[in-house]
C-alpha cells in the first residue's frame, strides 16, 4: 500500500456487469495525483474520440486524491469527470462532504466506469469489495429518498453516497451529482452521464484508515488549522454568502441576467439575512473544523428541506439576483429542489435567467412558457419553471438541453441572452468587474469556471497579494487592470487551483503554498516541492486542452458573450462605463497561451510542453509533431 494512497483503482464495466482492480505504479500516482488529474488521462488514454457524452462509450470517472481522508482541514473532497454533454468539451466537477474520504477507506482511490447498464443499478463498494446491484427500487427517488433507502437495504446509517436524482435520470444536460445530500459536483453536467449510464450512484463503507507516512505532521498542521480557525469566522458564521454585499458594492453581483452588476435588494437575500432568519445550523465537511455549510428549513408556502443544507453565494445570486427575485424562501427552495433532484444550481438559475430575458424580449410568448408570467422576480414562475426543468416537460423539456441549444433552438437572435461558455454558464462573477477572470472563463477547459485562478480583486490589496508571492506573484494591481503581467499573474494562480483538484483539496481553507506541499509529504512520503506541484497543475491544464482540441474545439471556443463588451445601462459598473474591451482582451488571452505553452494563434499545445511536462504521447491524440 502507498501512504496517502490505497493503490487501487476500480475498474466498473456496466454493458458486461465486470468489475476489476487496477494497481497502478507509484510513478503513475505522483505524475497525476489524483482528482482531475486521473479524470484526463483515462478519458485521452480510454475513450474513443467523438464518444457521445451521452453514449455508452463516453468514461465516468470518480477520483480522491492522495490527502483525500487524511485527517486534517480540506481533505473532505472528491472529484468526477467525463466527457461534458453541454459541449462536448472536458467534463469535471468536485465536491464537499464525507464521500471521497469514504471510498478511500473502503479501499480505492477512484472508480473508473464504462459502458451501460440495461436498467437502473447501483454501485456498492465495501472494505475492498464492489458489487453492481439493481436499483430499480431507487430509479426515479430524490437523493433523499435514494439515500435512505440504500441505508435501509445495506442495514448501515453510516454508509455514504454520491447520488443522481430525477433530473440526472432525465439527462437534463446540467444535472450534477449530490455527495451525502448537502455536496454538489455541481459543473458540466455530470448527472447527466450517470443517468444515461443507468448509474443511480454509489454507495461506500470502509473501515481502513489512509495510510500516512508522516500521522504526526498532519496532527500538528490540523492543530494549527484548528486554532487559528476564527481567522475563518466569517466562512463559519454565514458560508459564502457573507461575500454579497461587497460584491454588490463594486458591480458584481450578477443581475438579471449579468445585465448589470448589483442588486438593490441584496440585503433580503445576503448571507446575514439567512443567519437572523432561515438558518438553523453549520455543517461542514470531513475532518474541517471551519463548517461552513450552512442548514436551512423553510416551512408554508415555500419549503426548504434542512437535509440538503443551504444555499451558498452562487445559489443565492443565480436564483436570487440574477433572475431579479428577492424572496429568500423561494431561493432556499430552489436550493433544495436542485439538491435532491440533482441540478447544478448554478446552470439552473442562469437558464430561467436566460428565459426570463427570452420573454421580455417576445422571443417566447407566455403560450410557449406553458401559461407562467416569466417576469423578472417572479419567484413563483422561477420555482414552476425548475420543476418543469427536472421533469422535462413543456419549456422545461427546452432548457433542459441548457442555454446553449436552447437559444439556438430558440434562434431570432436568442444567442446573445446565453451566458455560456463550450456550453457551461458563468459562474456569478462580473468579467468586466473582474476581466482576467473573464479571460479564465474562457480558457478553461471545461467552460467558464469561477473556481479557477485568483479573482482580480485579490490583486487590488496588498494583504491579500501577500501569500501569492511564493509563486511569482509580486505586482498589486487594479481589479480592472488587463495586461500581460495580471496574466502573468492570474495564470499562476489558475495553476495552482487546478493542482487543488488533483489532491483534492478545499481552495476555501487558504492553506500556504508551502504548508500544501508539507502536507502532500507527510501524507504521501514523497519529496515533493511547490515546483513539482505547480507542475502538475499545468500538466492538467493541457491535457484538458488536448481532450477538447481532439474532440473539435478549437480557439473560436474561447468566447465570452458579447454583453460583456458593453457597459451595462443600469448599476455601478454602468455609472463607471466599464466594459471589456474586444482587441485588449483577444491580447491577454494571448499571453495566457503563451504562459501555459500553446501557440498564441490557434491556442493548441507545443510538442516541447507536452513533452516537458512528460506527457508527449497526448501529442499523437491531435496529431502534433516533434
Known sequence: MLNGYCGKILRVNLSERRIAVEQPSEAFYRRYLGGIGLVTHYLLKEMPAGADPLGPNNLFVFAAGPITGAPIGGSGRSGVGAKSPLAGALGTSEGGGFF???????????????????????????????????????????????????????????????????????????ASVTNDLIASHGRTGMGAVLGSKNLKGVAVRGHTPVSLADPAKIQEMAKWMAANKQAYASSSTYGTGAGMKGFNLIGNLPTRNFRHGDFPEVDSISGETIKATISIGMEGCFACPIRCKKKVSVEGKYQADPAYGGPEYETLAAFGSNCGVDNLEAIAQAHSMCNGNSLDTISAGSTIAFAMECYENGLISRQEADGLELTWGNADAMLALLDKIIRREGLGDLLAEGTRRAAQKIGRGAEIFAMEVKGVDLGMHEPRV??????????????????????????????????????????????YEL????????????????????????????????????????????????????????????????????????????????????????????ADNQALDRDSFRRAQQSYYRLVGWDPETGVPTYDKLAELGVSWAADEIGIRP
Open 434 to 479: 473582474k476581466p482576467a477572470l473573464g479571460v479564465g472563463f474562457t480558457v478553461a477547459n471545461h467552460g467558464a469556471d469561477h473556481n479557477l485562478g485568483i479573482h482580480d480583486t485579490f490583486f487590488e490589496k496588498e494583504a491579500s497579494l501577500a501569500p501569492h508571492r511564493a509563486i511569482g506573484i509580486y505586482d498589486v494591481m487594479e481589479h
Open 100 to 174: 471521497g474520504a469514504e471510498l478511500k477507506r473502503a479501499g480505492f482511490d477512484a472508480i473508473v466506469v464504462q459502458g451501460k447498464a440495461d436498467r437502473p443499478v447501483y454501485l456498492w463498494v465495501h472494505d475492498g469489495e464492489a458489487e453492481i446491484r439493481d436499483a430499480s427500487h431507487l430509479w426515479g427517488l430524490t437523493t433523499k429518498e435514494a439515500q435512505a433507502q440504500l441505508r435501509l437495504d445495506l442495514g448501515d446509517r453510516m454508509v455514504r453516497t454520491s447520488l443522481i436524482g430525477p433530473a440526472g435520470e432525465n439527462l437534463v444536460r446540467f
Open 483 to 574: 495586461s500581460p503581467r495580471k496574466m502573468a499573474a492570474f495564470g499562476l494562480g489558475k495553476i495552482w487551483r487546478i493542482l487543488n483538484n488533483h489532491l483534492v483539496m478545499c481552495v476555501f481553507l487558504p492553506w500556504s503554498y508551502q504548508q500544501t506541499s508539507d502536507i502532500v509529504s507527510a501524507c504521501t512520503g514523497w519529496n515533493t516541492t511547490v515546483f513539482e506541484l505547480m507542475k502538475t497543475g499545468e500538466r492538467a491544464i493541457n491535457l484538458g486542452r488536448v481532450f477538447d482540441l481532439r474532440e473539435g474545439l478549437t480557439v473560436a471556443d474561447d468566447r465570452l458573450p458579447d454583453r460583456f463588451f458593453s457597459p451595462p445601462t443600469v448599476g455601478q459598473i454602468a
